[in-house]
């Protein structure tokens, strides 16, 4: 029986397959994870095309639908706007996760990897520490943390590349979304195969960043289209 990443993963490619060309690339948690930055279990697809694509955005959607029932998914579209869908799968053996595919910015061409075009890891990385300032839900300490252990990227360039892809990112509340991590509890992340000692060590690193950060400014990145 396949886990949930093989199905999930096995769903992007056959997507991607099909609405690549239009732009769309692997986005979210699915990206950091491909790009080898964590390996935690997800519950879904994230699937973006740059803004330009808007005007082919509802034609995507349908070849998308059409591709997944092809390949004996049930489909259901959970929502739909002019920027925006969440399809709700089902597989043949009754796995369900969701797919969201959208419209977001980003500032470097996406990489072919093994499921398809994947954001490139600088946008990826951006985006999630972006999550982790915007909504600070229990997954985003857990891969902001993740990917600041790997060792691939210094404290500083993470906050350009935050401020990079939202010019209203805001250092010192970025340190008090740090600092929040303390209220994560064991129930709070148990989902993620995360133990109560492992969780004491994510809180220790991350209170130390957050405060660290009081009174820093990160270098500034250079968009590409400045």
């Given at each position: 029986m396949p886990t949930g990443e093989e199905h999930q993963r096995q769903a992007a490619r056959?997507?991607?397959?099909?609405i690549g060309p239009a732009g769309f690339a692997l986005a979210g948690?699915?990206?950091?994870?491909?790009?080898?930055?964590?390996?935690?279990?997800?519950?879904?697809?994230?699937?973006?095309?740059?803004?330009?694509?808007?005007a082919g955005f509802s034609d995507a959607i349908d070849t998308a639908i059409a591709t997944l029932t092809a390949h004996r998914y049930t489909c259901e579209v959970g929502r739909l706007s002019s920027h925006f869908a969440r399809l709700l799968l089902t597989t043949r053996e009754g796995y369900v996760f969701e797919v969201d595919l959208g419209l977001d910015w980003r500032a470097h061409d996406p990489i072919r990897l093994e499921v398809g075009p994947v954001l490139a890891i600088e946008d990826a990385v951006a985006n999630k520490v972006g999550a982790l300032y915007s909504r600070?839900?229990?997954r985003d300490y857990?891969?902001?943390?993740?990917i600041r252990e790997s060792g691939r990227f210094a404290e500083d360039h993470l906050l350009s590349l935050a401020a990079q892809h939202d010019p209203g990112f805001d250092v010192t509340l970025f340190a008090t979304r740090l600092r929040a991590v303390e209220s994560l509890v064991p129930d709070d992340i148990a989902e993620y195969g995360i133990s109560s000692?492992?969780?004491?060590?994510?809180?220790?690193?991350?209170?130390?960043w957050g405060q660290g950060l009081t009174g820093h400014s990160p270098e500034p990145t250079v968009s590409p289209d400045a």
């Open positions: 056959i997507i991607l397959a099909a948690s699915g990206a950091i994870r491909e790009h080898g930055l964590i390996d935690r279990p997800t519950n879904d697809i994230d699937l973006f095309a740059p803004a330009r694509a808007a600070g839900e229990p857990l891969d902001v943390d993740a000692t492992d969780l004491d060590a994510i809180k220790r690193r991350l209170l130390a």
